[in-house]
């Protein structure tokens, strides 16, 4: 069964453009916004004291704080006041925590064939969080509150081939190997999901591999301890 938020996606023509492999915008897309700031920021005081490695501030490709060491204690929404001074709170796996976005995902990587899952950005005040970069695998974003900026290159010879502005309900397809970098504007804030599509065999790849570093680091020591 399809969700409101689906029809959303494929009222939008979204999900075709996907199949087709080139950035696609959709400025207002009529979707009511499914995460708050508020919420955003319970689920990360929440995962900081349990799953802490899902949670982290960054800006332009660097981590200013990880996890755990968040300006501990980081058990109050007021101590995400660091926000405020040119940072984006990244919170992994956020479909894990809501229930109707952990739908949305299956459904959608059923539209696509593909594993899906969703990343909350949380920026402020001119904050680019992860700074320009390709990733290896499509990416949708749905803006949620606030305001941000996009500029998306060709992946050959790096030119410019869009830049854009999302407003609350704005959709956004990237796909893999196209960089690009998001820009809070300076004095806002912004909130919004990114949904990653990730094939089933690289899904498979990844797992792979994080299954044998976990078992390298569990092999017995020579005198069997
Ligand atoms: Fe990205």
Known sequence: MKNAWIHGFLRA????????????????????????????????????????????????????????????????????????????????????????????????GQELDKIVTANGYLGSNGSTALGLHPDDHDVILWQQHGKKLWEVRNPDDTQTVLKITMLPGSLFYIPERFPHVGETPPGEESLHLTFAAISRADAIRQLSALMKKVMAKKKPSQNGV
């Open 13 to 108: 023509g979204l999900l075709n453009s996907v199949v087709k492999g080139k950035p696609y915008f959709v400025e207002n897309s009529g979707l009511s916004p499914i995460l708050t700031v508020e919420e955003t920021v319970r689920i990360a005081c929440r995962l900081i004291k349990t799953r802490f490695l899902l949670v982290n501030i960054l800006d332009n490709g660097k981590i200013k704080y990880r996890g755990r060491n968040i300006i501990p204690p980081f058990d109050t929404p007021e101590k995400l006041n660091v926000l405020r001074d040119k940072a984006t709170l990244m919170v992994n796996y956020v479909h894990a925590e809501i229930p109707a976005l952990g739908d949305l995902c299956f459904l959608l």
